[in-house]
C-alpha cells in the first residue's frame, strides 16, 4: 500500500473529515432523497380538519428519521466529551519500536474521548469516578488507539469479573438510584468480597477520582503493553499521558456543587479553553522495561492492579499531544467514536494481562452493536487515514463501492489482490513471537495474589492533606452504605493496608475495624489463591512522589484559571484593571460578576458591559476570586450572595484578594488572614495572589472547616 509521507499526514484527518461535512447555510430543505421541501409546518391532510394521509411521504421521511436518532449509549463510559488534536513524535526510540507515528518528528492526527465511566450519557462530570482518557491515533499505517483512565490501576484482574464489576457499581436495578455515585450498597458489597481492588479503590477514593478539569488530567494506558522494533525484539511498556498544566482535582464538596451549578462542567470547560485558542497538551511518556526484566520486581508486569513505581522504572517523554479543534458534531464525530484497545499498528503489542486479553473482544463486539453492524469503519470519524482494502463486503450501512466481481482471496481474477504483505515481501502487522508453553487452566497466578503492598503504597505517598480527603471519601461513601457488614467487611480491608486509615473512617462509621479480613472475603480470595493472604514480597519502595498531586515548590502555573472579580456599581476601574493586567500576563482570565447583568458604572466615570451575576454563577466554577475597593464596597456589605461567594470559596480553599478598601468584606465574611488570603495592606497583592493561584489550592485551611456556605 502506498504511504503518505508524515508530512501529508498531519492534515490528513482534518481534510477526510472536510469531505463528509455538509453546510445547510443558504440552502433550500430537502427530504433525505433530496427533493426540494415545500412546507414543513403542515402534514397532508384531506382537508384543513381532517385526518392526515398515509401518502404523506414528506412526514413519513422526517418522523421515521426521527424516530430512531437514538442509539444505545456505551455500557460503560457512556458520558464522554471528545476533541481533535495532534500528536508530535520527538524522541528518537527507534530501538524499541519500528510504530511509525512514534518515529522522531512525525505528525499525528488524533481524537480523543475523555468519559466517566459509571454515569449515563446525560450524568454529570463531576461524579466521583474514574475517567476514561481514549486516544485514536490516525496513523499511516493504520489506526492505534490507547484506551486509557485517568487512574493507573483498575478494579479487578481478569476480565471475567467485569460484568459482576460494572453491574455493582451502576444504578441498582431494581429502582436505577443512585445514578453516577459509587456510594452504594451493591457497589461496596461487590469490592469488599474482591481485596484486588483495594489499590484502585484507593485511587478512587483520592481527589483523582474529582479532576478540576479534562485538561489537568493524568492518563495512562493501565495495562502492559509491548513495544516491538524492526528485528521483532520486544520491549515492555507503560504508557503515561502528563498534563501540562498540572493535575489537580475540586474538593469533593466543590464536586458536588459543581454538579448541580453545571453538569457540563469538565465539558464545557474543554470545549471553551480549545475554542479560546487555550490548545491543552500532555506528554507522552513510557516507562521501558526490558524482557529480560519481567520478573525482577515484587510485582507482575501483567497484574493491572499494579504500577511500576516511577523510581523503579522513569517515566521518558516521547511526544506530545496538543488538543486544538473541537468536533463540528457531537454526535456525528464524539458520540460515534469507536475505541478499541485491539487496534494495534506494526511495532506495538499486546502482553498477556488477562484484564487486557478480555478487552480485546469487548471493544469490537459492543462496537458491533451499539454502532449497528460491522461497517462501523466506515463511519467517517473511525475511517482510518490509510484507506482499507479487504474482502469483507456487504452489511448495514456499507459505504464502499467496491469495484469488479472479485471479493475473494486467493484469485485470480483480480489480480491476486488485495494481496497480503508477506506476499510481496513487504511488512504488515506481526504479532510478536511470544513462547507460550502451558497448560489450559482457569487459574490466577500466585504473582497476583498480593493486593495491599501497592494500596499502602498510594496512601503513604499522599501529603497529609491528600490522606485526610481519602479518609472523607470512603467515610462518605461507607456513611452511604446501608448494610454494616458491608461497611465493617470493607474497614477490615483497611487495616490490610493501613491501621490508622481504618481507625479514622472507623471512627466516622461508629465501627472498630477488624483486624482479620472477614470469612466471605477470604472464601472469594481463596477462590483465586488457596492459600490467601499470602506472604507479601518486600516491596522495592514505600513511597513514590509521583503519586502525590500536591504542587511543589516553585513549580505551577495559573494559566487558564478563572479569577471571578466580584464588583458592584461603583467599583474602582484602576483597581480593576491593575488585578486585570497582572493575571492576563500569566494567562489566566479575570470575569467580572455584578449583582447583576448589563451596565456596570465605574467609580471613575465610564461602564462596562456585564455577563455574569451572583445570580447566574456560582463560586464553585471560578479557581480563585478578588475583590477591588471603590464605592462597590458599601453595596457589597449589604450583598448576602457575594458573602455566600467568597465564604464558599475560601471552604474550598481557593486563594482570595482584596484590594486595600475592600478588606473590612472579608472579616464580615468570617474570612480568616492565611497563606491563601492576599490584603493589599499586608501583601504584595498581586504576585502573592498569583503564587498561591499557584499551588492550585491551600489545603491546610480545610482544618478550621468554620466557615458557614
Ligand atoms: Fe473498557 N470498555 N473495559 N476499560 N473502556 C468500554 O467499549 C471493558 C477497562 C475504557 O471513549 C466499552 O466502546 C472490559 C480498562 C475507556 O468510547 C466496553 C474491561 C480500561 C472506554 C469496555 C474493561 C478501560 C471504555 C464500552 C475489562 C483502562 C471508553 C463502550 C476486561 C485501561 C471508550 C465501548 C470511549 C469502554 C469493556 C476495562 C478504559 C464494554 C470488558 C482496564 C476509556 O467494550
Redesign the pocket.
Not at 456505551?74 to 463510559?77: G, L, N, Q
Given at each position: 500500500m502506498e504511504k503518505k509521507k508524515p508530512s501529508e499526514n498531519e492534515n490528513a484527518k482534518k481534510e477526510q473529515l472536510k469531505e463528509f461535512t455538509v453546510d445547510n447555510t443558504g440552502k433550500q430543505m430537502t427530504t433525505n432523497d433530496g427533493v426540494s421541501v415545500h412546507d414543513n409546518n403542515n402534514t397532508l391532510k384531506a382537508g384543513d380538519r381532517g385526518p392526515s394521509l398515509l401518502e404523506d411521504f414528506i412526514f413519513q421521511d422526517k418522523l421515521a428519521h426521527f424516530d430512531r436518532e437514538r442509539i444505545p449509549e456505551?455500557?460503560?463510559?457512556a458520558r464522554?466529551s471528545g476533541a481533535h488534536g495532534i500528536f508530535e513524535a520527538k524522541e528518537d526510540i527507534s530501538e524499541y519500536t519500528c510504530a511509525t507515528f512514534l518515529q522522531k518528528g512525525t505528525k499525528t492526527p488524533v481524537f480523543v474521548?475523555f468519559?466517566t465511566v459509571a454515569g449515563f450519557k446525560g450524568s454529570t462530570d463531576l461524579a466521583r469516578d474514574v475517567r476514561?482518557?481514549?486516544v485514536k491515533f490516525y496513523t499511516e499505517d493504520g489506526n492505534y488507539d490507547l484506551?486509557?483512565?485517568n487512574i493507573p490501576v483498575?478494579f479487578i484482574q481478569d476480565?471475567m469479573n467485569?460484568p459482576d464489576l460494572i453491574h455493582a457499581v451502576k444504578p441498582e436495578p431494581n429502582n436505577e438510584i443512585p445514578q453516577a455515585a459509587s456510594a452504594h450498597d451493591t457497589f461496596w458489597d461487590f469490592v469488599s468480597l474482591m481485596p484486588e481492588s483495594a489499590h484502585m479503590i484507593m485511587w478512587a477514593m483520592s481527589d483523582r477520582a474529582i479532576p478540576k478539569s479534562l485538561r489537568t488530567m493524568e492518563g495512562f494506558?493501565?495495562?502492559t503493553f509491548k513495544l516491538v522494533n524492526e528485528n521483532g525484539k520486544a520491549t515492555f511498556v507503560k504508557f503515561h499521558w502528563k498534563p501540562r498544566l498540572g493535575v489537580h482535582s475540586v474538593a469533593w464538596n466543590e464536586a458536588q456543587k459543581i454538579s448541580g451549578f453545571n453538569s457540563d462542567f469538565h465539558r464545557q470547560d474543554l470545549w471553551e479553553n480549545i475554542e479560546k485558542g487555550n490548545y491543552p497538551q500532555w506528554d507522552l511518556g513510557v516507562q521501558l522495561i526490558p524482557e529480560e526484566d519481567e520478573h525482577k520486581y515484587s510485582f507482575d508486569l501483567l497484574d493491572?492492579t499494579k504500577i511500576v513505581p516511577e523510581e523503579l522504572v522513569p517515566v521518558k517523554i516521547i511526544g506530545t499531544m496538543t488538543l486544538n479543534r473541537n468536533p463540528e458534531n457531537f454526535f456525528a464525530e464524539t458520540e460515534q467514536?469507536?475505541?478499541h484497545p485491539g487496534r494495534l499498528v506494526p511495532g506495538i503489542d499486546f502482553t498477556n494481562d488477562p484484564?487486557l486479553q478480555?478487552?480485546i473482544f469487548?471493544?469490537a463486539d459492543?462496537?458491533q452493536y451499539?454502532l449497528g453492524g460491522p461497517n462501523f469503519h466506515e463511519i467517517p470519524i473511525n475511517k482510518s487515514i490509510n484507506g482499507k482494502n479487504n474482502n469483507q463486503k456487504d452489511g448495514f450501512g456499507r459505504q464502499d463501492i467496491l469495484k469488479g466481481n472479485v471479493s475473494y482471496f486467493p484469485n485470480s481474477l483480480g489480480g491476486g489482490c488485495p494481496y497480503h504483505a508477506m506476499l510481496k515481501g513487504e511488512k504488515g502487522f506481526q504479532s510478536h513471537e511470544e513462547r507460550i508453553d502451558a497448560r489450559k487452566v482457569r487459574q490466577r497466578s500466585e504473582s497476583f495474589a498480593d493486593h495491599f503492598t501497592q494500596a499502602r503504597l498510594f496512601f503513604n505517598s499522599q501529603s497529609p492533606q491528600e490522606q485526610a480527603h481519602i479518609v472523607n471519601a470512603y467515610s462518605f461513601e461507607l456513611s452511604k452504605v446501608n448494610s454494616v457488614e458491608i461497611r465493617t467487611r470493607e474497614l477490615a480491608i483497611l487495616h490490610q493496608i493501613d491501621a490508622g486509615l481504618a481507625k479514622q473512617v472507623g471512627e466516622n462509621l461508629g465501627i472498630t475495624p477488624p483486624e482479620q479480613l472477614d470469612e466471605k472475603t477470604l472464601m472469594f480470595a481463596r477462590q483465586n489463591h488457596a492459600d490467601y493472604p499470602i506472604q507479601p514480597k518486600k516491596p522495592e519502595v514505600a513511597a513514590s512522589a509521583a503519586l502525590s498531586m500536591k504542587v511543589k515548590k516553585g513549580e505551577g502555573t495559573i494559566a487558564t484559571r478563572k479569577v471571578a472579580f466580584l464588583v458592584a456599581d461603583g467599583v474602582s476601574k484602576a483597581s480593576v484593571d491593575k488585578m486585570k493586567k497582572a493575571l492576563e500576563k500569566q494567562g489566566a482570565e479575570a470575569v467580572l460578576i455584578a449583582t447583576r447583568v448589563g451596565k456596570l458604572t465605574y467609580q471613575e466615570g465610564g461602564e462596562e458591559q456585564i455577563q455574569h451575576s451572583y445570580l447566574t454563577e456560582a463560586s464553585v466554577c471560578y479557581d480563585a476570586f478578588y475583590t477591588p475597593d471603590g464605592d462597590s464596597v458599601k453595596a457589597l456589605m449589604q450583598e448576602p450572595d457575594y458573602t455566600h461567594f467568597i465564604n464558599e470559596g475560601y471552604r474550598h480553599c481557593k486563594a482570595l484578594s482584596f484590594a486595600k478598601g475592600a478588606e473590612e468584606l472579608a472579616k464580615k465574611s468570617f474570612i480568616e488572614k492565611d497563606a491563601g488570603v492576599i490584603f493589599e495592606s499586608a501583601d504584595q497583592l498581586t504576585e502573592d495572589f498569583i503564587e498561591v493561584m499557584k499551588q492550585h489550592r491551600i489545603w491546610e485551611r480545610e482544618k478550621s472547616r468554620k466557615v458557614p456556605s
Open positions: 456505551r455500557v460503560v463510559h464522554g474521548r468519559s476514561g482518557f481514549s484506551v486509557g483512565n483498575f476480565s467485569f494506558g493501565v495495562h493491572p467514536a469507536a475505541f484484564l478480555g478487552r469487548s471493544y459492543t462496537q451499539r
